[in-house]
């Protein structure tokens, strides 16, 4: 058979982030990214022991079933997440069957919202917000992170961990990535001073709150009942098996 009578079908995906925060001249700008199905060899990468030992498996995958020409590393983190949602339908089918204190459950992926994205004073292509501190009345700016600087705090804390093993600063790495400038002073040392020196922890955990609370991402959350008639909120649990509920390793 010739290689012209095979052909991938594709769907195209919404981003929850609209495309809104990627400069004009990024693809991501479109607001849609285009995918592939996923075949048998993407379920080589499910596998791919190496992949699955440094923690890259699903990065691994949702780049060989992206089919626009995009930086993988521009994406923000709610954009990924869409993606990896619309890449385990692609795959196995809308049904997710997991395990949550000793009982099964059943949730239908295609159903999951996304959280409603406040666009209101935004400008096309720069993803950054201001932000009150609650009680220290700091003004400060910060960004929603991407792909890219998750690998960049990744690197930073292997190299704290070599100097320090038991030294666990992935919350304060995190919060000197995303804030952007405290009081106009937007230099990296100022913000990290602040981080490490002047950011009450009541402040740290209201803007963790705040961005949660409003940046564009997909509700992975899901309701179960509990047998005294109460429901409770869980985080859809992520893992290897989300994409191959078969697969062994």
């Known amino acids: ?18 495309g809104l925060l990627y400069p004009k001249d990024n693809p991501l700008s479109s607001g849609k990214i ?7 060899r993407e379920e080589d990468i499910l596998t791919n022991q190496n ?12 780049k060989a079933l992206i089919i626009s020409k995009i930086n993988y590393n521009d994406l923000i983190t709610g954009d990924k997440n869409a993606i990896m949602i619309a890449a ?20 239908d992926l295609s159903s999951l919202n996304t959280d409603e994205f406040n666009t209101d004073g935004i400008k096309q292509g720069i993803n950054e917000f201001n932000f009150t501190l609650p009680n220290s009345k700091t003004e ?40 952007t400038s405290v009081d106009g002073e937007a230099d990296t040392k100022t ?11 009541m402040d740290s955990r209201a803007l963790r709150e705040h961005v949660r609370l409003t940046q564009p991402d997909v509700n992975l959350t899901f ?12 985080d859809i649990p992520i893992g290897l098996n989300f994409f191959w509920p078969d697969v062994k390793i």
């Not at 666990?168 to 995303?178: D, G, I, N, V």
């Not at 309701?223 to 869980?234: L, N, Q």
């Open 88 to 107: 385990r339908v692609l795959g196995y089918g809308k049904d997710y069957t997991f395990t949550y204190d000793e009982e099964e459950h059943v949730v």
């Open 34 to 40: 285009e995918m592939k199905y996923m075949t048998a």
């Open 140 to 179: 400060i700016t910060y960004k929603l992170l991407t792909h890219g600087d998750d690998r960049k705090i990744e690197s930073e804390l292997k190299g704290l961990k070599r100097i320090n093993k038991k030294a666990s600063p992935e919350l304060s790495t995190r919060l000197k990535h995303m804030i």
């Open 51 to 62: 992949y699955i030992k440094n923690g890259t498996v699903i990065d691994e995958l949702l």
């Open 223 to 234: 309701e179960i009942e509990r047998p005294d008639g109460d429901v409770k909120e869980i």
């Open 191 to 201: 913000v990290r001073e602040f981080v490490d020196n002047y950011l009450l922890a």
């Open 1 to 18: 058979m010739s290689e012209s009578k095979f052909k991938f079908p594709t769907e195209v995906i919404d981003l929850p982030s609209k």
